[in-house]
């Protein structure tokens, strides 16, 4: 089974701390993607990732970056925290570009 | 662009009701398409998928039939159960060449099923 395992469950940083947000998948897969969860809103892609160094921004890329230095591992960075924020973010996998992904259990993150 | 719709609830059935939760899509070509469930405090999990038309996926007593004429992906259960209150998300994938990567998202059904 595939496994996607963040760093954090539950994440409580102040407003204009830089954050970062791990994750690691253990199926060798090329895509990897981040994504914030609202109420109402639904999922919103981030920033993804089809091959190491190399990014691609999604929907809301304003106030994140990414980094994957590593084919398992994609780094969400918010360079400087704010309350608007405040979110759940999932991170995913997948091995094509377009095909089901795998998804981790979630940081929710609350900037105060 | 390619989008999902699906209704969001919430959705309140009692224990052993029939499950029925529309999804209609609009995409271009031959998407694949998913059903993905998320349990309280915890990621999605992919429940099913189908990748071409009158495909059916199925999981765990859950059912799917990929309809290109209608462009719907329905999902269905026959008797739920208190475990199986959750939030339920169609996602599509576009076909090869078919425009942006990663899959396209509905806003969420939020099932609560009552003993």
């Known amino acids: 089974d595939v496994k996607v395992t963040q760093s954090s469950r539950y994440l409580v940083k102040r407003t204009g701390e830089k954050v970062f947000l791990e994750c690691v998948q253990d199926m060798d897969h090329e895509n990897m993607f981040w994504y914030r969860q609202d109420p109402g809103l639904g999922l919103r892609l981030i920033y993804f990732s089809y091959d190491v160094k190399m990014k691609e921004k999604g929907d809301i890329p304003e106030g994140y970056s990414v980094s994957r230095e590593k084919k398992e591992r994609f780094s969400l960075i918010l360079e400087s925290a704010s309350t608007n924020q405040t979110s759940m973010y999932l991170c995913a996998s997948s091995r094509f570009r377009v095909s089901e992904q795998y998804f981790g259990p979630g940081t929710r993150l609350t900037v105060t | 662009g390619n989008s999902v719709t699906q209704m969001e609830g919430p959705v309140t059935l009692s224990e052993e009701a029939f499950l029925t939760i529309n999804c209609t899509y609009t995409?271009?070509?031959?998407?694949?398409l998913f059903w993905y469930v998320q349990y309280p405090g915890e990621g999605l999990q992919l429940l099913l998928k189908?990748?071409?038309?009158?495909d059916k996926g199925s999981n765990k007593g859950f059912e799917a039939t990929y309809r290109k004429e209608t462009t719907s992906f329905h999902l269905e259960k026959g008797s739920v159960q208190v475990s199986d209150s959750a939030v339920y998300f169609c996602?599509?994938?576009?076909?090869?060449?078919?425009?942006?990567?990663?899959?396209?998202f509905g806003k969420g059904t939020h099932l609560i099923i009552q003993p």
């Open positions: 189908a990748t071409k038309a009158d």
């Open positions: 996602a599509l994938s576009p076909a090869a060449g078919g425009g942006a990567d990663g899959l396209t």
């Open positions: 995409a271009t070509g031959y998407p694949s």
